[in-house]
């Protein structure tokens, strides 16, 4: 339970810390934000801050490509990710409820799994399979430009290990839709 409450604790000041940034970059609010409804790709640096105690655990630092498709006139998403190191990769796919805070940005909570291609080799999420809940922030600041960033929580993301993984990511990607 303690640990619990240290990555929720942890996944919640690293969403603060993406939200700033992203805030800054989306322009100014109205009274009723349209959050941006941007379908893209992109790619950037992924951070693993946690270890699961055991040898070939540590946190790990890679990269990330991630994308979404935003299901029209509904706050949904559907998302998918790549975390890799030099070793292996972690695939997650996601869906998630995306809440507008600007006219171009949005805030998500989002819920997945993680595949980890070499279970027992280290991505910045963890070194097995294992359920995800991510959140974060996107903007776009340009006419094609998505800039984006969240955080990763894996339970239970370790082998011989209870312990959970946290991860950060952030990059840039392209609208295509």
Do not use: H
């Given at each position: ?18 939200l700033a940034p992203v805030l800054l970059f989306a ?20 951070a693993g801050l946690t270890n699961g105690g055991q ?123």
């Amino acid at each position: 339970m303690k640990r619990q409450l240290k990555s929720v604790v942890s996944i919640s000041a690293l969403a603060a810390t993406v939200l700033a940034p992203v805030l800054l970059f989306a322009g100014s609010a109205s009274a009723k934000p349209t959050g941006t409804q941007a379908t893209y790709v992109g790619a950037g640096v992924a951070a693993g801050l946690t270890n699961g105690g055991q040898d070939g655990d540590a946190a790990t630092f890679g990269g990330n490509i991630q994308g979404r498709f935003a299901v029209p006139n509904t706050p949904v998403s559907l998302r998918g990710a790549v975390l890799f190191s030099d070793e292996t990769s972690a695939i997650i796919p996601m869906i998630s409820y995306d809440v507008p805070v600007t006219n171009n940005a949005n805030i998500y909570l989002g819920a997945g799994y993680s595949f980890v291609e070499a279970n027992g080799q280290p991505t910045p999420l963890g070194n097995q399979d294992a359920p995800v809940l991510a959140l974060g922030a996107e903007a776009q600041i340009g006419q094609n430009v998505v800039v984006y960033g969240d955080t990763k929580l894996g339970i239970e993301a370790y082998q011989n290990s209870p312990a959970s993984a946290v991860s950060v990511q952030g990059g840039v990607g392209y609208r295509f839709r």
